[in-house]
């Protein structure tokens, strides 16, 4: 009898047992990620597509076929081990989309005529029989070996660190997903049907795909790039700033950073206006969740991307991973509204409008979003040998369409108005819309509650980037000590503007250097004033004050300097 020696550890990831000391795909150790050592969920994946035919699995020649691209990441839930989401493995090793869940989906985009006739019905009216459907659906393949790139997807919690009051952000956890697979379909019938009839049917299932497919839809993953959605609102951005890095150090911009914060603004704007539950169930609705019996959402997102590039700053140990990016953000309405329900579609609309506007006049996406980009606006951060972090990011209007339209705030007397007629004032009436009364009295007690006694808005015109004021208060001193009666004024590493650290704490300021785009008439189009673009910015605030020492000194310097900041709103 030949004995192995350390049996136990050959036994491949896949066939262990979810528990310590065997096989945690759910779980990122630090410690491994430091040494460089592969996470459980990596070695599980390498694993796996070793083992894989390099070829996939062929419909038959009954099967009527069909492929789409996905524009970003899709992940299902095979369901079959506890605590972590990954795809179902089906024939040659191969991941697939089930074809119950296409079915599924199927289903909730047809007319109840078109579920009898294609999908069947489990009981008749006169005898209890289930009635079967014309199709069957046989689920969709990846077309090529490509899908086997970049399979571990990182998930970090954010919204109760960065809106309510957590200390500190629960961590990353592991799942495994594709990256922007171009998928093949599967339908066949029992009958023959002609060319008009099987267009109908794919039409059908285009209009189930355009609400995305998978898991975690809401946040952005499984969106189709051919899709039947209609637009209820489109517009194009540029941004730069740190990307993201999956668990082998592979950067990557990722798409749904753009949908989780304008959510997280919406929690925000609906947090000041009632309670929390309340809230919480408005975002929910808008954006899809998982709370309760859980809800699709109304909006779907969708960004194509025109132009990027993935690149690295910095050296040594402050070398960080950046993105430079271009593209057209378009927000989906996943459900029609009937006729009778149009106004909810137009205010649907002004709401989308107005957070996506709002993000991206207070602040930005993605890592770091609360910070101007260091590189443009305080390049003497990294003078000198010593080195320096990547802090910040920046983004801005692109195209004649979103610089005519969408830039709705061009001088610093109209941010209030914004605020108020655009955004609080739509959420407003939505809620009433939905049913709710709107309660200042009894808003969520949130740190980054939307209320006018928790937030205030400062901000200055600047020249140009080099007038850029504030970026260096949160590195050094705002106001120098001056004799006995003047002590030094900083917010460094303070509850103003948080900390890393044992108890790591998000701040309570955002910093936003603002384009300024101003529009000059022009004599032949008088309708079709001429786009100018400047070297100006809106330099803005946007503090949630505490009752620190460090933030009442602040509030004091801000207030008595008044060739400097001006209050814009807040009170």
Not at 187 to 216: M, N
Request: some cysteine; aromatic content about 12%.
């Amino acid at each position: 009898m030949v004995k192995i020696p350390d049996v136990a550890n050959k036994v491949p990831m896949m066939f262990r047992a979810q528990s310590a000391g065997r096989c945690q795909l759910q779980r990122i150790i630090p410690e491994r990620k430091k040494n460089q050592e592969p996470q459980d969920a990596e070695k599980w994946a390498s694993e796996w597509i070793i083992k894989t035919y390099p070829t996939p699995p062929k419909f038959g020649d009954n099967v009527q076929s069909r492929r789409y691209t996905l524009t970003w990441r899709f992940v299902t839930n095979s369901g079959q081990d506890d605590g972590i989401i990954r795809p179902a493995i089906g024939a040659y090793g191969w991941p697939y989309y089930p074809g119950s869940s296409m079915k599924g989906i199927f289903r909730s985009a047809c007319t109840p005529e078109q579920i009898q006739h294609y999908c069947g019905i489990e009981e008749s009216y006169r005898g209890g029989d289930c009635i079967p459907g014309i199709l069957r659906f046989h689920g969709g393949y990846p077309i090529d070996s490509s899908w086997q790139h970049n399979l571990v997807d990182i998930v970090h919690p954010q919204q109760d660190w960065q809106v309510k009051d957590a200390k500190k952000s629960v961590g990353a956890f592991a799942l495994i997903s594709l990256s922007a697979p171009e998928l093949e379909f599967g339908i066949s019938s029992t009958i023959v049907l002609d060319d008009q009839e099987w267009k109908e049917i794919w039409q059908i299932w285009e209009k189930a795909l355009s609400k995305g497919i998978g898991c975690r839809v809401s946040s952005g993953y499984g969106q189709v790039k051919e899709t039947s959605s209609p637009v209820i609102y489109s517009c194009h951005l540029h941004g730069r700033g740190m990307a993201p890095t999956l668990l082998n150090n592979e950067a990557e911009f990722r798409p749904n950073m753009l949908r989780g914060t304008i959510r997280s603004h919406a929690l925000r704007i609906f947090g000041g206006l009632t309670n929390a539950d309340t809230a919480q169930y408005l975002v929910q609705q808008l954006f899809g969740g998982i709370n309760g019996d859980g809800a699709v959402g109304l909006l779907g997102m969708k960004f194509e991307t025109t132009s990027i590039k993935i690149d690295q700053f910095g050296k040594s140990n402050y070398a960080a991973p950046t993105y430079n990016v271009e593209g057209k953000l378009s927000w989906l309405l996943t459900q029609n509204f009937p006729k009778d329900q149009k106004s909810q579609k137009e205010l649907l609309e002004k709401l989308i409008k107005g957070l996506t506007r709002f993000a991206m006049v207070l602040g930005g996406f993605g890592k770091s979003w609360r910070r101007a980009d260091h590189r443009l606006f305080f390049p003497q951060y990294y003078d000198g040998e010593e080195e320096k972090s990547l802090i910040g990011c920046h983004w801005s209007w692109r195209g004649e369409r979103s610089l005519r339209y969408d830039v709705r705030v061009r001088k610093l007397e109209k941010i209030g108005q914004f605020i108020d007629q655009e955004v609080r004032q739509v959420a407003i009436d939505w809620m009433e819309l939905q049913g709710f009364t709107p309660s200042t009295e009894n808003c969520a007690d949130w740190r980054e509650a939307w209320h006018p006694e928790r937030v205030q808005v400062w901000g200055r015109l600047a020249r140009e980037a080099e007038d850029c004021e504030a970026v260096a208060w949160l590195h050094q001193a705002y106001r120098s000590k001056m004799g006995k009666y003047v002590r030094e004024g900083s917010i460094y590493k303070s509850s103003v503007t948080g900390f890393v650290g044992k108890e790591t704490q998000i701040g309570r300021l955002w910093h936003r250097m603002y384009p300024v785009v101003g529009l000059k008439k022009d004599r032949d189009h008088p309708n079709q004033p001429i786009i100018v673009k400047t070297p100006k910015f809106l330099e803005l605030l946007t503090l949630f004050p505490d009752d620190s020492r460090e933030f009442e000194d602040f509030l004091h310097f801000l207030k008595s300097e008044q060739k400097m900041f001006e209050l814009l709103w807040g009170k």
